[in-house]
């Protein structure tokens, strides 16, 4: 069965301090990993898409690895600023019969305080 | 560009009751698909249309349905709600059905069964 597991389930950190979140999953076949970040009472925003090929992708304070072999990816956040707190979202995108399908983790919650 | 819009943003309904939810996609992109969003489960798929067709469709009950203009624009219709319908329904839109595609999200509808 498909599945993204997503950790820490939440998080707060000090304005300023880097962060990193996990994405660890058991999608096959795979065909990419996104990263969104989705602010309360939005919908989500796209941070990074890697392919099997990528294994890390910067989008400004934002890096995104991906180690296709273990099936892990971590989402670094550098000198993090509190518009930083929100929900971040792990994507697997699977090939299948009918094109792709996409296998989202739970998030994790970040707080980054004053 | 105006970006993906959804409306109405919240709906408060009873059980029994039957709601629609419209969805806007970004203009030029024919790739629509709905998604419910709970705090316990995350990001569900629901289903994707593509061209008025609907591509691929998620574990959801029959209550749940969908359908694209020829406008693009798309409409979900929940029958006979529940209490656990309780949740944020996301609508994304893509250019095309691309799995390396990013998927445009709107704010989502609240909606809320009593």
């Known amino acids: 069965k498909n599945q993204v597991e997503q950790s820490p389930q939440s998080l707060i950190i000090l304005e300023g301090k880097n962060c990193t979140l996990q994405c660890n999953y058991t999608v096959s076949p795979f065909s990419n990993l996104r990263w969104y970040k989705q602010d309360t009472g939005r919908g989500p925003v796209s941070l990074t898409i890697m392919t099997f090929s990528e294994n890390t992708k910067s989008n400004r304070r934002y890096t995104a690895t991906l180690d296709a072999d273990t099936k892990q990816s971590s989402l670094h956040i550098t000198a993090s600023q509190l518009s930083d707190s929100a929900s971040y979202i792990c994507?697997?995108?699977?090939?299948?019969?009918?094109?792709?399908?996409?296998?989202f983790g739970k998030g994790t919650s970040l707080l980054v305080t004053p | 560009k105006a970006g993906v819009t959804q409306t109405p943003r919240y709906l408060i309904k009873t059980r029994g009751q039957q709601v629609t939810l419209s969805c806007s996609p970004i203009?030029?992109?024919?790739?629509v698909s709905w998604y419910q969003q709970t705090p316990g489960q995350g990001l569900q798929f629901l289903f994707e249309y593509f061209s008025e067709t609907q591509r691929n469709k998620g574990n959801f009950p029959g209550r749940f349905s969908g359908r694209q203009f020829s406008n693009s624009r798309s409409e979900m219709n929940v029958s006979t709600l529940e209490l656990g319908d309780s949740a944020l329904y996301l609508c994304a839109s893509s250019w095309v059905r691309d799995r390396n595609n990013e998927q445009f999200f709107g704010p989502g509808t609240r909606l809320t069964v009593l």
């Open positions: 203009s030029g992109h024919r790739s």
């Open positions: 994507v697997v995108s699977a090939n299948s019969n009918s094109g792709y399908a996409l296998n």
